[in-house]
């Protein structure tokens, strides 16, 4: 067999994706290419090795004769190649760029990159919302995000997991009587941005209504704790925001739902950067924390 482009080298990087994962979707997603380009790839490397590499097998295909022994000549070869271009990424990375909406920097993240940091991986922090966030992802401006919706977001594109479940309560004074829905035209809320995001969600699960108007919107998370403390204003926030105020009496949970409200929070990459060393080592780091 004999390999003279870079064009076969990348066609036998697929088939060993594809010996390795056990079909051509897979092998797809973890090169972060499409499958009919994985196909295009088998087929190549079938016309220079003249054999079939892969016969059907149930609902899938499983490695001829020949696909073993191609797959255990060129296998020590491609992973050398890989550990000299992933040392050289790890050295030449710089900094990794990570997105997130700020209340997720000090409660989470800090905790989950700080031993990294001391490791001496360098970080470059941007704040903000979901939908900007992704947009700076898929233009390369970040590198890793914290995603809070991911309604409507382009996933073929993205390489999304779950990292944990946040749960919302609605909180005020403690001298403040219960929320009850009936006395909603009577009661104020202060929130993220007015979209009001948090009691969007709490609104929906809870009565399959809207949420209500803001009469205060500030997007710091510390201020509308103390806006829900020093005045009648109610809120819904992340319980875990909320705990050493409520554990201090200063605010108090004013409604029970039947079930806790949770939003899942998500860490998404771009498709394809998953497996870049430094890329994962920062999300494998965070997803440990979950």
């Known amino acids: 067999m004999v390999v003279s482009t870079a064009q076969d080298l990348v066609a036998l990087r697929s088939f060993l994706a594809v010996y390795r994962t056990g079909g051509v979707a897979r092998a797809a997603e973890q090169l972060g290419l499409s499958q009919p ?7 190549t490397v079938e016309t220079f090795t003249g054999r079939p590499l892969f ?52 409660h989470h993240i800090a905790t989950a990159l700080g031993p990294l940091v001391d490791q001496g991986v360098c970080l470059r922090h941007r704040v903000g919302l979901s ?39 609605l909180i005020g004074r403690p001298d403040q009587p219960p929320f009850r829905i009936e006395d909603l035209t009577s009661r104020r809320f202060v929130g993220y941005s007015e979209a009001m995001p948090m009691l969007r969600r709490y609104f929906r699960s809870c009565w399959d209504l809207p949420a209500p108007h803001a009469a205060v919107t500030i997007p710091d998370m510390t201020s509308i704790l103390a806006y829900a403390a020093d005045s009648t204003l109610l809120s819904v926030v992340p319980i875990h925001h909320a705990r050493a105020a409520l554990d201090a009496g200063r605010l108090a949970i004013l409604h029970r739902p039947p079930a806790p409200v ?24 965070l997803l440990a924390t979950a």
């Not at 997991?161 to 309560?169: I, L, Q, Y």
């Not at 394809?272 to 060393?277: I, L, T, Y």
């Open 131 to 169: 939908d900007d966030l992704i947009a700076a992802l898929l233009d390369d401006r970040l590198d890793i995000a914290v995603i809070t919706k991911i309604e409507g977001t382009p996933r073929t594109r993205l390489h999304l997991r779950h990292w944990f479940d946040e749960e919302f309560v």
């Open 55 to 106: 016969a059907r097998s149930g609902r899938g295909i499983a490695p001829t004769e020949a696909g073993h022994v191609l797959a255990a000549e060129v296998a020590p070869h491609l992973d050398g190649l890989d550990l000299v271009i992933d040392g050289r990424r790890t050295l030449d990375a710089g900094p990794v760029f990570l997105g997130a909406p700020a209340a997720q920097f000090d």
């Open 37 to 43: 380009a994985v196909s295009h790839h088998l087929r």
């Open 262 to 285: 949770l939003n899942p929070i998500y860490l998404a990459t771009r498709r394809g950067r998953q497996s870049r060393p430094h890329l994962k080592t920062v999300f494998d780091a």
